[in-house]
Every structure is written in structure tokens, then in C-alpha cells.
């Protein structure tokens, strides 16, 4: 599959106009290829003073206007996000040979929409969402579990469970997104779209050395 994609390349005659649709292109054939959570993404953040971090999320939809992931605000993320707004989420999609890494600003999603998606996940992730201080220091694991205990008895399957208000979606609004394609000899191909409100699509498209 790898050999299949690294045979094949990247050249600048195929791309979609828009760096969204050409994304769309890729998941869907890494979705195809099979890859395990194809939207696991690594979201990079910094904090004022320029030190960087990094973990995994779930993309949760993408579109025009940027890609969705959904956090605790009051984790290291979140309080770096609202410290300083530049991220960058990167797709590992190593089975067949390819990266895409995205650049850009975050900015909150809406309280509906975050309400929306919050009532499409289990009953069990929207009590684990209330029970988790994210990224601070607990005294024990039993202490998570008893939190959430306390939650079960208070919201019991079936009962609605509100949003937490220090939990919601980030929409990240690419600046640059870079498509990584592997091949032979360490040629690979790097084509980076970067916004220019100059060019009629509204992006330029650069190839970068390997
Ligand atoms: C596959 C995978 C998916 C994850 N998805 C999310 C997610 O969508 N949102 C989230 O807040 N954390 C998610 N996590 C946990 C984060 O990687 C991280 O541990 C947590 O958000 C705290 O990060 P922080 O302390 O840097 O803020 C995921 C972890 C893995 C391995």
C-alpha cells in the first residue's frame, strides 16, 4: 500500500484548488487504506513565552471554515490556546506514506455547536467530561473514579447531562496546509498551500525540498 501511494506521488496538476477539498481527497483514502483512527491528529500549541507542547486529539469535522477538536479549556492546552492562538495539527498517516500538517489560529466554537456534538457522545464520555479536571494534578486514581461515581448516582443513563461549561470544541483556521507525500531516494513530495488573499483561489501553492 505504501509502495502503491510512493509510486503514485503528489504532483501539483492533481491538487484540488482548495486545500480543504485536497484534505478531503486524503482522509477519505486513508480511511480507505484502512488506517486505525485516520483522524488522530498531533495539535501543537505554545505558550506565551514560546515553549512548545504536544498531543494527540480527534479531529471531529472539518470544512471551509477550519477542523474541529473538542478539549477540557481548562488543560494545558486550553490555557495555552487562550494565552496564544497559533497551533499546528499534524495527520501521521504512516501506512502509506503520508503526512499533512496544518498551520494556523484557533478560535472557540459556538456554545450550540459544542452542545450539539456534546449530546452525540455516550452518556459515560459526557460524565467522564465533568469528573476530569484535564492535565492537573489528582491524588489517586480512586479519587477520579469516586468523582465519577458521585456524577453516575447525580445523572443516570437516560437523564440529560449538561455541557460542561470549561469543556467545548477549538476550530483551528489553516494558514498553511502542507501535503507530504514519501518516495524513493528521499525524493519526496512536499506541496504547501499558503494563504494569499492575491491569488484568485485565494491560496498559493508551493513545492518544498524533501
Ligand atoms: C488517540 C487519542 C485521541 C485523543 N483525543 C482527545 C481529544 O479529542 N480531546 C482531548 O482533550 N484529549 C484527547 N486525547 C488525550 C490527549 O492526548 C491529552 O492527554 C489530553 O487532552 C491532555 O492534554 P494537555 O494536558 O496537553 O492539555 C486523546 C489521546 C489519544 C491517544
Known sequence: MRRQYSA???????????????FGRWFAEAE?????????????????????????????GFDGRG????????????????AN????LLFPWHP?????????SVERVGRDETAGYF?????????????SEQSRVIASRQVLEQRYA??????PEGEGVP??????????????????????NRLHDRLRYRADPASPTGWTVERLCP
Open 8 to 22: 503514485a506521488g503528489l504532483a501539483e496538476h492533481e491538487l484540488a484548488h482548495d486545500p480543504m477539498a485536497q
Open 32 to 60: 480507505a487504506a484502512g488506517i486505525h483512527e485516520p483522524n488522530a491528529m498531533v495539535l501543537s500549541t505554545a505558550d506565551a513565552d514560546g515553549r512548545p507542547s504536544a498531543r494527540t486529539v480527534l479531529l471531529k
Open 67 to 82: 477542523f474541529v477538536f473538542y478539549t477540557n479549556y481548562g488543560s494545558r492546552k486550553g490555557g495555552e490556546l487562550a
Open 85 to 88: 492562538p497559533h497551533a499546528a
Open 96 to 104: 502509506i506514506a503520508r503526512q499533512v500538517i496544518v498551520t494556523g
Open 119 to 131: 449530546r452525540t457522545r455516550p452518556h459515560g464520555s459526557q460524565l467522564g467530561a465533568w469528573a
Open 150 to 155: 458521585e456524577l453516575a448516582d447525580r445523572y
Open 163 to 184: 455541557v460542561p461549561p470549561f469543556w467545548g470544541g477549538f476550530r483551528l483556521h489553516p494558514e498553511a496546509m502542507e501535503f507530504w507525500q514519501g518516495r524513493q
